[in-house]
Protein backbone atom coordinates (compact mmCIF):
# COMPACT_ATOMS: atom_id res chain seq x y z
CA UNK A 1 0.00 0.00 0.00
CA UNK A 2 0.81 3.53 -0.97
CA UNK A 3 0.55 6.57 1.39
CA UNK A 4 0.85 10.16 0.01
CA UNK A 5 2.58 12.91 1.88
CA UNK A 6 1.20 15.81 -0.02
CA UNK A 7 -1.36 16.47 2.22
CA UNK A 8 1.41 17.12 4.97
CA UNK A 9 3.41 19.31 2.24
CA UNK A 10 0.34 21.20 2.52
CA UNK A 11 -0.62 21.98 5.56
CA UNK A 12 2.98 22.61 6.13
CA UNK A 13 2.81 25.32 3.17
CA UNK A 14 -0.38 26.97 5.04
CA UNK A 15 1.68 27.56 8.57
CA UNK A 16 4.53 29.08 6.76
CA UNK A 17 2.33 31.04 4.92
CA UNK A 18 0.47 32.43 8.36
CA UNK A 19 3.50 32.70 9.72
CA UNK A 20 5.02 35.05 7.28
CA UNK A 21 1.51 36.96 7.36
CA UNK A 22 2.14 37.44 11.49
CA UNK A 23 5.72 38.74 10.54
CA UNK A 24 4.18 41.27 8.19
CA UNK A 25 1.52 42.00 10.38
CA UNK A 26 3.77 42.59 13.33
CA UNK A 27 6.36 44.74 11.29
CA UNK A 28 2.89 46.98 10.35
CA UNK A 29 1.96 47.79 13.79
CA UNK A 30 5.81 48.25 14.93
CA UNK A 31 5.67 50.64 12.02
CA UNK A 32 2.96 52.63 12.88
CA UNK A 33 3.75 52.36 16.90
CA UNK A 34 7.13 53.64 15.87
CA UNK A 35 5.49 56.73 14.11
CA UNK A 36 3.12 57.16 16.43
CA UNK A 37 5.85 57.59 19.20
CA UNK A 38 7.23 60.11 16.94
CA UNK A 39 4.59 62.03 16.09
CA UNK A 40 4.14 62.44 19.64
CA UNK A 41 7.39 63.43 20.46
CA UNK A 42 7.54 65.81 17.79
CA UNK A 43 4.30 66.99 19.03
CA UNK A 44 5.04 67.91 21.91
CA UNK A 45 8.35 70.17 20.77
CA UNK A 46 6.14 71.98 19.07
CA UNK A 47 3.79 72.93 21.98
CA UNK A 48 7.16 73.74 24.13
CA UNK A 49 8.47 75.92 21.25
CA UNK A 50 4.82 77.89 20.93
CA UNK A 51 4.99 78.61 24.75
CA UNK A 52 8.75 79.56 24.82
CA UNK A 53 7.57 81.91 21.79
CA UNK A 54 4.57 83.12 23.94
CA UNK A 55 7.16 83.99 26.74
CA UNK A 56 10.14 85.72 24.87
CA UNK A 57 7.27 87.50 23.09
CA UNK A 58 5.35 89.19 25.93
CA UNK A 59 9.07 89.84 27.63
CA UNK A 60 10.12 91.62 24.45
CA UNK A 61 7.12 93.50 23.96
CA UNK A 62 6.38 94.61 28.04
CA UNK A 63 10.17 95.37 27.59
CA UNK A 64 9.67 97.99 24.79
CA UNK A 65 6.48 99.78 26.30
CA UNK A 66 8.62 100.06 29.76
CA UNK A 67 11.17 101.57 27.35
CA UNK A 68 8.45 103.81 25.61
CA UNK A 69 6.87 104.97 28.53
CA UNK A 70 10.38 105.77 30.29
CA UNK A 71 12.15 107.98 27.55
CA UNK A 72 10.00 108.29 24.65
CA UNK A 73 12.86 107.28 22.24
CA UNK A 74 11.51 104.59 19.79
CA UNK A 75 14.91 104.56 18.78
CA UNK A 76 15.86 102.91 22.84
CA UNK A 77 12.72 101.39 23.29
CA UNK A 78 13.33 98.73 20.02
CA UNK A 79 16.92 98.72 21.56
CA UNK A 80 15.77 97.09 24.81
CA UNK A 81 13.37 95.44 23.36
CA UNK A 82 15.40 92.93 21.05
CA UNK A 83 17.96 92.75 23.36
CA UNK A 84 15.23 90.98 26.13
CA UNK A 85 14.10 88.81 23.12
CA UNK A 86 17.78 87.55 23.02
CA UNK A 87 18.07 87.04 26.18
CA UNK A 88 14.92 84.71 26.08
CA UNK A 89 15.31 80.96 24.01
CA UNK A 90 13.01 79.38 21.66
CA UNK A 91 13.90 76.08 20.91
CA UNK A 92 17.31 76.67 22.20
CA UNK A 93 18.18 79.81 20.14
CA UNK A 94 17.79 83.31 21.02
CA UNK A 95 14.95 84.88 19.84
CA UNK A 96 15.89 87.34 17.18
CA UNK A 97 13.36 90.23 16.18
CA UNK A 98 13.93 92.99 14.23
CA UNK A 99 12.94 96.70 14.13
CA UNK A 100 9.86 96.25 11.88
CA UNK A 101 8.82 93.32 13.95
CA UNK A 102 8.19 96.48 16.93
CA UNK A 103 5.36 98.63 16.23
CA UNK A 104 4.54 101.25 18.91
CA UNK A 105 1.02 102.41 19.35
CA UNK A 106 -1.86 103.67 21.52
CA UNK A 107 -4.43 101.56 23.41
CA UNK A 108 -7.51 102.61 25.32
CA UNK A 109 -10.54 100.59 26.17
CA UNK A 110 -13.29 100.20 24.17
CA UNK A 111 -17.27 100.25 25.80
CA UNK A 112 -16.95 96.78 25.94
CA UNK A 113 -13.90 96.35 28.55
CA UNK A 114 -11.78 94.97 25.58
CA UNK A 115 -8.20 97.09 25.20
CA UNK A 116 -7.60 98.18 20.88
CA UNK A 117 -4.26 98.67 20.49
CA UNK A 118 -4.03 101.80 17.21
CA UNK A 119 -0.72 100.99 15.51
CA UNK A 120 1.79 104.66 14.90
CA UNK A 121 -1.08 106.43 17.06
CA UNK A 122 0.28 108.82 19.86
CA UNK A 123 1.09 109.48 22.62
CA UNK A 124 2.78 105.92 22.67
CA UNK A 125 1.83 103.77 25.14
CA UNK A 126 2.09 100.42 24.16
CA UNK A 127 4.19 98.25 21.70
CA UNK A 128 3.40 94.94 19.64
CA UNK A 129 5.95 92.53 19.00
CA UNK A 130 5.74 90.29 16.06
CA UNK A 131 8.00 87.15 17.51
CA UNK A 132 8.88 84.75 14.72
CA UNK A 133 10.24 81.78 13.66
CA UNK A 134 9.48 81.13 10.23
CA UNK A 135 11.62 80.46 7.54
CA UNK A 136 11.92 84.27 6.24
CA UNK A 137 12.18 85.21 10.01
CA UNK A 138 15.84 86.15 11.04
CA UNK A 139 16.12 82.71 13.00
CA UNK A 140 14.84 80.38 10.78
CA UNK A 141 11.78 77.54 11.29
CA UNK A 142 11.97 75.36 14.11
CA UNK A 143 13.65 71.59 12.90
CA UNK A 144 11.47 68.28 13.90
CA UNK A 145 13.32 65.14 14.65
CA UNK A 146 11.30 63.38 13.09
CA UNK A 147 9.28 65.03 10.50
CA UNK A 148 10.63 63.76 7.66
CA UNK A 149 9.06 60.69 8.37
CA UNK A 150 5.63 62.89 8.18
CA UNK A 151 6.60 64.38 5.34
CA UNK A 152 7.30 67.57 7.27
CA UNK A 153 10.83 68.52 8.68
CA UNK A 154 10.39 72.16 10.34
CA UNK A 155 7.86 74.26 12.34
CA UNK A 156 6.82 77.73 11.76
CA UNK A 157 5.52 79.59 14.88
CA UNK A 158 4.64 83.13 14.81
CA UNK A 159 2.07 85.29 17.09
CA UNK A 160 2.17 88.87 18.37
CA UNK A 161 2.36 90.06 21.70
CA UNK A 162 1.11 93.75 22.55
CA UNK A 163 1.68 95.62 26.44
CA UNK A 164 0.16 98.97 26.86
CA UNK A 165 1.42 100.57 30.30
CA UNK A 166 -1.58 102.24 32.50
CA UNK A 167 1.06 103.22 34.72
CA UNK A 168 0.27 107.19 33.28
CA UNK A 169 -3.78 106.47 33.80
CA UNK A 170 -5.58 107.24 36.57
CA UNK A 171 -6.00 103.63 38.34
CA UNK A 172 -8.18 102.43 41.41
CA UNK A 173 -7.08 99.50 43.22
CA UNK A 174 -8.60 96.04 45.18
CA UNK A 175 -6.12 93.71 46.65
CA UNK A 176 -7.67 90.80 46.76
CA UNK A 177 -5.98 88.46 48.82
CA UNK A 178 -5.44 84.78 49.43
CA UNK A 179 -6.08 84.03 53.49
CA UNK A 180 -6.83 80.52 53.32
CA UNK A 181 -4.89 78.12 56.02
CA UNK A 182 -2.12 77.27 53.73
CA UNK A 183 -0.93 81.01 53.91
CA UNK A 184 0.08 80.07 57.49
CA UNK A 185 2.56 77.42 55.80
CA UNK A 186 6.33 78.33 55.19
CA UNK A 187 7.17 78.54 51.29
CA UNK A 188 8.31 74.63 51.64
CA UNK A 189 4.71 73.71 52.74
CA UNK A 190 5.42 72.46 55.45
CA UNK A 191 3.01 72.90 58.56
CA UNK A 192 6.24 73.38 60.24
CA UNK A 193 4.94 76.34 63.30
CA UNK A 194 1.64 74.63 64.65
CA UNK A 195 2.43 70.87 66.52
CA UNK A 196 0.34 68.67 65.45
CA UNK A 197 -1.40 66.54 68.00
CA UNK A 198 -2.11 69.37 69.71
CA UNK A 199 -5.68 69.67 69.24
CA UNK A 200 -5.45 73.56 68.29
CA UNK A 201 -3.49 74.45 65.83
CA UNK A 202 -5.63 74.93 62.89
CA UNK A 203 -6.79 77.80 65.22
CA UNK A 204 -3.59 79.78 65.65
CA UNK A 205 -2.33 82.58 64.37
CA UNK A 206 0.05 82.59 61.62
CA UNK A 207 3.41 83.05 62.23
CA UNK A 208 4.67 87.28 62.21
CA UNK A 209 7.66 86.42 59.78
CA UNK A 210 7.65 83.36 58.39
CA UNK A 211 4.79 82.21 56.95
CA UNK A 212 3.28 82.79 53.63
CA UNK A 213 0.67 85.41 55.52
CA UNK A 214 3.95 87.40 56.76
CA UNK A 215 5.36 87.50 53.22
CA UNK A 216 2.03 88.93 51.66
CA UNK A 217 1.93 91.47 54.79
CA UNK A 218 5.10 92.85 53.36
CA UNK A 219 4.23 92.61 49.69
CA UNK A 220 1.33 94.72 50.31
CA UNK A 221 3.43 96.82 52.02
CA UNK A 222 5.43 97.26 48.86
CA UNK A 223 2.37 97.96 47.04
CA UNK A 224 1.26 101.09 49.48
CA UNK A 225 4.87 102.74 49.66
CA UNK A 226 4.64 101.96 45.88
CA UNK A 227 1.07 103.94 44.93
CA UNK A 228 2.94 106.83 47.59
CA UNK A 229 5.44 107.23 45.15
CA UNK A 230 3.16 107.99 41.61
CA UNK A 231 2.16 110.98 40.60
CA UNK A 232 -1.65 110.24 40.88
CA UNK A 233 -3.70 109.79 44.15
CA UNK A 234 -4.39 106.14 43.65
CA UNK A 235 -7.05 104.91 45.64
CA UNK A 236 -6.50 101.07 46.97
CA UNK A 237 -9.16 98.71 48.87
CA UNK A 238 -8.78 95.17 50.31
CA UNK A 239 -10.90 91.40 49.99
CA UNK A 240 -9.89 88.80 51.83
CA UNK A 241 -11.26 85.29 51.02
CA UNK A 242 -11.20 81.70 51.93
CA UNK A 243 -13.99 79.68 52.13
CA UNK A 244 -16.64 79.87 54.77
CA UNK A 245 -15.60 78.47 57.90
CA UNK A 246 -17.51 77.75 61.70
CA UNK A 247 -15.07 76.90 64.43
CA UNK A 248 -12.13 78.71 65.79
CA UNK A 249 -14.13 80.31 68.39
CA UNK A 250 -16.60 82.10 65.10
CA UNK A 251 -17.38 82.31 62.04
CA UNK A 252 -15.22 82.91 59.08
CA UNK A 253 -17.26 83.98 55.77
CA UNK A 254 -15.46 82.94 52.32
CA UNK A 255 -15.05 86.44 51.32
CA UNK A 256 -15.67 90.33 52.17
CA UNK A 257 -14.81 93.87 51.62
CA UNK A 258 -12.44 94.34 54.89
CA UNK A 259 -10.69 98.28 53.38
CA UNK A 260 -13.36 99.95 51.05
CA UNK A 261 -11.50 101.53 48.48
CA UNK A 262 -10.21 105.22 49.75
CA UNK A 263 -7.53 107.54 49.08
CA UNK A 264 -5.68 106.43 52.45
CA UNK A 265 -3.80 103.37 51.41
CA UNK A 266 -2.12 102.50 54.30
CA UNK A 267 -5.94 101.06 55.81
CA UNK A 268 -4.82 98.43 54.31
CA UNK A 269 -1.85 97.89 55.68
CA UNK A 270 -3.60 98.47 59.02
CA UNK A 271 -6.07 96.19 58.01
CA UNK A 272 -3.49 93.43 57.37
CA UNK A 273 -1.36 94.00 60.53
CA UNK A 274 -4.68 93.01 62.70
CA UNK A 275 -5.89 90.41 60.63
CA UNK A 276 -2.57 88.72 60.89
CA UNK A 277 -3.36 88.57 64.90
CA UNK A 278 -6.14 86.13 64.14
CA UNK A 279 -6.67 82.47 62.77
CA UNK A 280 -7.07 82.09 58.89
CA UNK A 281 -8.76 78.74 58.75
CA UNK A 282 -10.92 77.32 55.50
CA UNK A 283 -10.39 76.35 51.98
CA UNK A 284 -9.49 78.70 48.63
CA UNK A 285 -12.59 80.02 47.00
CA UNK A 286 -11.04 81.92 44.61
CA UNK A 287 -14.15 83.09 42.78
CA UNK A 288 -15.84 84.48 45.80
CA UNK A 289 -12.38 86.49 46.17
CA UNK A 290 -13.17 87.81 42.86
CA UNK A 291 -17.01 88.59 43.19
CA UNK A 292 -16.22 91.08 46.50
CA UNK A 293 -13.62 92.43 44.55
CA UNK A 294 -15.58 93.15 41.23
CA UNK A 295 -18.42 94.54 44.11
CA UNK A 296 -15.87 96.91 45.53
CA UNK A 297 -14.15 97.84 42.45
CA UNK A 298 -17.55 98.91 41.24
CA UNK A 299 -18.82 101.30 44.24
CA UNK A 300 -19.16 104.43 42.44
CA UNK A 301 -19.43 106.16 45.30
CA UNK A 302 -15.55 105.73 45.88
CA UNK A 303 -13.95 104.81 42.36
CA UNK A 304 -13.23 107.44 39.94
CA UNK A 305 -15.58 107.14 36.71
CA UNK A 306 -12.37 108.17 34.59
CA UNK A 307 -9.86 105.78 36.24
CA UNK A 308 -8.97 102.20 35.28
CA UNK A 309 -10.05 99.59 37.28
CA UNK A 310 -7.76 96.85 38.92
CA UNK A 311 -8.31 93.69 40.65
CA UNK A 312 -5.15 92.51 42.30
CA UNK A 313 -6.01 88.91 42.53
CA UNK A 314 -3.01 86.74 44.75
CA UNK A 315 -3.04 83.18 45.76
CA UNK A 316 -1.07 80.54 46.89
CA UNK A 317 -2.83 77.43 45.70
CA UNK A 318 -5.97 76.28 43.83
CA UNK A 319 -9.29 77.15 43.94
CA UNK A 320 -11.07 74.06 45.85
CA UNK A 321 -14.34 75.10 46.54
CA UNK A 322 -17.29 77.62 44.60
CA UNK A 323 -18.19 77.70 41.22
CA UNK A 324 -15.42 78.22 38.69
CA UNK A 325 -13.19 81.69 38.96
CA UNK A 326 -13.58 81.82 34.83
CA UNK A 327 -16.73 82.87 35.58
CA UNK A 328 -16.32 85.96 37.88
CA UNK A 329 -13.58 86.90 35.76
CA UNK A 330 -15.87 86.87 32.90
CA UNK A 331 -18.23 89.42 35.04
CA UNK A 332 -15.13 91.49 35.47
CA UNK A 333 -14.55 91.52 31.97
CA UNK A 334 -18.80 92.62 31.20
CA UNK A 335 -18.11 95.55 33.47
CA UNK A 336 -14.42 96.55 31.87
CA UNK A 337 -12.67 95.83 34.90
CA UNK A 338 -8.70 94.40 34.40
CA UNK A 339 -7.81 91.59 36.94
CA UNK A 340 -4.06 90.90 37.27
CA UNK A 341 -3.07 87.47 39.17
CA UNK A 342 -0.23 86.35 41.24
CA UNK A 343 0.32 83.25 42.71
CA UNK A 344 2.87 82.57 45.13
CA UNK A 345 4.35 79.28 46.03
CA UNK A 346 5.22 76.19 44.18
CA UNK A 347 2.06 74.59 44.29
CA UNK A 348 -0.56 77.45 43.32
CA UNK A 349 -2.75 77.21 40.12
CA UNK A 350 -0.77 79.12 37.43
CA UNK A 351 -2.82 77.37 34.50
CA UNK A 352 -6.53 78.58 35.79
CA UNK A 353 -4.90 82.35 36.92
CA UNK A 354 -3.09 83.33 33.88
CA UNK A 355 -6.59 82.07 31.95
CA UNK A 356 -8.24 84.21 34.48
CA UNK A 357 -5.92 87.14 33.99
CA UNK A 358 -5.97 87.31 29.83
CA UNK A 359 -9.73 86.95 29.66
CA UNK A 360 -10.02 90.68 31.25
CA UNK A 361 -6.94 92.05 29.30
CA UNK A 362 -4.54 91.44 32.33
CA UNK A 363 -1.48 89.74 33.20
CA UNK A 364 -0.08 87.20 34.98
CA UNK A 365 2.37 86.82 37.41
CA UNK A 366 3.97 83.97 39.39
CA UNK A 367 6.78 84.61 42.61
CA UNK A 368 8.42 81.52 43.33
CA UNK A 369 10.09 83.13 46.71
CA UNK A 370 9.05 86.30 48.89
CA UNK A 371 11.15 88.53 47.13
CA UNK A 372 9.76 87.42 44.09
CA UNK A 373 6.12 88.73 45.51
CA UNK A 374 6.98 92.01 46.88
CA UNK A 375 8.70 93.10 43.75
CA UNK A 376 5.72 92.05 41.62
CA UNK A 377 3.69 93.87 43.88
CA UNK A 378 5.94 96.74 43.87
CA UNK A 379 6.16 96.90 40.19
CA UNK A 380 2.42 96.68 39.73
CA UNK A 381 2.37 99.66 41.92
CA UNK A 382 4.51 102.14 40.59
CA UNK A 383 2.93 100.80 36.87
CA UNK A 384 6.43 99.16 35.63
CA UNK A 385 4.05 96.48 34.72
CA UNK A 386 2.06 96.71 31.86
CA UNK A 387 -0.93 94.39 30.17
CA UNK A 388 -0.70 92.17 27.64
CA UNK A 389 -2.85 90.82 26.27
CA UNK A 390 -2.47 88.33 22.86
CA UNK A 391 -4.51 89.83 19.38
Given at each position: ??????????L?????RR???????????????????????????????????R???????????????R???V??????????A???????????????????????K????????????E?????????????????G????????????????????????????????????????????????G??????????????????????R???????????????????????????????????????????G?????S?????????????????????????A???????????????????????????????N???????????????G???????F????????????????????????????????????A??????????
Open positions: MTFSRRPCAYHLRRTRGAMVTLVLIVMVALLATAAFSVDIAYMQLTRAQLASTDAAARAATEAISTGDKEARRVAKQVATNHVASQPLIIKDEDIVFGNSAAADGTWKFSANVPFNSARVLGDRTKESAGSVGLAFGSMLGRNDFEPSLNATAAKVGSAKRDFVIVADRSHSMAFDLSRDWVYPRGSGSWYCQKPHPVHSWAHLVLAVGEFVDGLGDTEDEERLGLVTYASSYYGCDGYYPDAIDVSVTVPEDVSGFLAKRSKQAIPGGTNIHGITQGIQAISDTSRVRKDATKVLVVMTDGRHTGPEPIYAAQEAKRRIIIITITSGGADQVRMKAVATLTGGQHFHAPTANDLKKIFRQVDGTIGLVFVE
